[in-house]
């Protein structure tokens, strides 16, 4: 298994054990990665994204989308077969499960199936105190103290 060895940055900054983790994670997830359902994220602008997972046979009822701080959730539960009996079945309709990591002031503004096709619109909303600001600069003279 590979790791990447974040100490030397955490020598010189604070808070960023998140990062370490994401790594983690995602470098498990990827080795066996469910390749069910297929998706597709997508950046629309400069701050706007949207996944497209392909989801034929599943219904709104059948499909939850949960965000938690900072992880999107994506759970579909297979539709009730029981009452129909097939010769062929080709059209994948097993349960899944499908976790994205959001980055910070990422919101999940909307999600619609359309098609078989669940999407999920993103934004990011960055708060007014962590916009960039202009400091003005005093230019009156400041009296020193003297030394006793």
């Known amino acids: 298994m590979r790791t990447i060895d974040f100490s030397p940055l ?8 998140r990062l370490q983790r994401l790594a983690d994670s995602a470098l498990q997830s990827d080795s066996g990665a469910p390749a069910y359902p ?4 997508e950046q629309v602008d400069e701050d706007g ?3 497209s997972m392909a989801v034929a046979g ?3 009822a059948d499909i939850d989308v949960i965000v938690t701080e900072n992880t999107l959730v994506v759970t579909g539960r297979q ?9 062929h079945r ?3 309709g097993r349960a899944f499960e499908r976790r994205f990591e959001l980055a910070d002031h990422i919101k999940v503004s909307d999600a619609s199936l359309v098609n078989g096709l669940l999407r ?10 962590k916009k960039p600001r202009s400091i003005a600069i005093n230019t009156k003279a400041i009296p020193h103290k003297k030394a006793a």
């Open 10 to 17: 955490f020598r010189h900054s604070v808070g960023f054990d």
């Open 38 to 41: 297929p998706y597709n994220i």
């Open 49 to 51: 994204y949207n996944i």
């Open 58 to 60: 599943f219904s709104e």
């Open 79 to 87: 539709p009730d077969a029981d009452s129909v009996k097939y010769l």
């Open 90 to 92: 080709g059209i994948a």
């Open 120 to 129: 999920i619109d993103l934004v990011r909303e960055i708060p007014e105190e």
